[in-house]
C-alpha cells in the first residue's frame, strides 16, 4: 500500500515562493504517476501538476505554468512542487497523489492513493 506525505505548506506573501515535498512509502516513486492537486473549500480538486516516467514527462495547468515547476527525486523516493511568484488565488490545500504509471493526466479520480494535505495560504 503506497502511503503519501506531504509538507513544505505554510504562508506565504504575493510574489512569495515555498516548496512542497511529497515522500512516498510502500513502493517506488519511479513506477507511479505523481501529482499535485489542489482544493479550496467548496470546491472540487484542481490538477496543478503531474510527472510520470520517472520524472522524465511532466505537465503543469495553464493556471501555474511559469510559476509551478513538479520534479521528484527518485533516490529520495520524494515529490516535489516549487511554487514562485506565488498569487492569492493559489491558496488552498494541496494533495499529493499517486496511480500506477500511465494514463497520467490532470484528473484527480484516476488517481488511488492520496496524502492528507498541506495547508499553503498566500496574502498581500
Known amino acids: 500500500q503506497v502511503q503519501l506525505q506531504e509538507s513544505g505548506g505554510g504562508s506565504a506573501q504575493v510574489g512569495g515562493s515555498l516548496r512542497l515535498s511529497c515522500v512516498v512509502s510502500?513502493?517506488?516513486?519511479?513506477?507511479?504517476?505523481m501529482g499535485w492537486f489542489r482544493q479550496v473549500s467548496g470546491k472540487g480538486r484542481e490538477g496543478v501538476a503531474i510527472t510520470d516516467n520517472g520524472g522524465a514527462a511532466d505537465v503543469v495547468a495553464d493556471s501555474v505554468s511559469g510559476r509551478f515547476t513538479v520534479s521528484q527525486d527518485n533516490a529520495a523516493n520524494t515529490l516535489y512542487l516549487q511554487m514562485n511568484s506565488l498569487e492569492p488565488e493559489d491558496t488552498g490545500t494541496y494533495f499529493c497523489?499517486?496511480?500506477?504509471?500511465?494514463?497520467?493526466?490532470?484528473?484527480?479520480?484516476?488517481?488511488?492513493?492520496w496524502g492528507q494535505g498541506t495547508q499553503v495560504t498566500v496574502s498581500d
Open positions: 510502500g513502493g517506488f516513486i519511479g513506477r507511479y504517476c
Open positions: 497523489a499517486a496511480r500506477p504509471s500511465g494514463y497520467c493526466q490532470l484528473i484527480a479520480r484516476n488517481f488511488d492513493f
